[in-house]
């Protein structure tokens, strides 16, 4: 595929799997995390035209640096995926405020900066497509995960805002609800947001492998075919 793709919390999990799926695919990708060992590992291993750089997205400057890398290097930038993301699991009367912060910094102040880079290169293009990674827990209420939920609920509303005004540049805007995936997210929880005895993650979730080709079916189509939602989950039997 002749694109240059960014994707965002791509050394590890769902982010991880977009950057093989897309890389397999032939894409030039820019790449960015925190863990910036484990992200040039993945890069490698992609192959081809890979770009690492460290980016906390927490940070709307390193965001942008991320941009401006994929511009500055390869010409344009087509696909932004905002998925960097994660969360603290917990009853509202147990949750710090410390993780309520952090996970609003990421979740949320991440989503909506990587928004706006994008948006500024795609905007002088007259296309692009921006995925947000959101999660059913932005489309549901379950327990124990209030605060991330809230940030979740924010991305779907940032989305759809975001969907109407990038409309009228070319640029398309696609939230990505996705169920339980099977990927580090899940490790060493004292809380989930499901019944234990009925769900196993690494059982029961979905193949993030899978998810990251249903990505890249909606990168691949025409730019006047809009997705504005895309929600994935497992079948639980
Ligand atoms: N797993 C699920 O069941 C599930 C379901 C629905 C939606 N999601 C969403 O999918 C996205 C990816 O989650 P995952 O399951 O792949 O989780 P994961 O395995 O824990 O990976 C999270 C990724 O986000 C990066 N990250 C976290 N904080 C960051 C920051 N401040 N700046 C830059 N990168 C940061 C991590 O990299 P570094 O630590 O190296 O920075 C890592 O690459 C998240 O938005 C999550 O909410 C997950």
Redesign the pocket.
Known sequence: MDRTVVI??????????LARTFARAGARLVL????VA??ETVAHECGGDTIARA????EPTQLRALVATAVERFGSLDVMIN?????VYGPLLDTKEADFDEML???VK?VYFGCQAALRVMREAGRGLIVN?????GARHLPNESA?GAT?WAVQGLTGVLQQEAAAFGVRVTS?V?????????DGREYVPFPRERLD?ARD??D?AEVAEVVLDVARKSDRFVMPEVMCLPLIR
């Open positions: 965002t919390g791509a050394s590890r999990g769902l982010g991880e799997a960015g995390a925190r863990d484990r992200l980016c906390d997205v927490r998925n960097a993301g994660f969360s910094a990421t979740n991440g990674v959101s999660s059913i827990a991330y979740k990505l996705a169920g339980g995936i099977a990927t580090p997210f899940w993650p979730f979905m993030p």
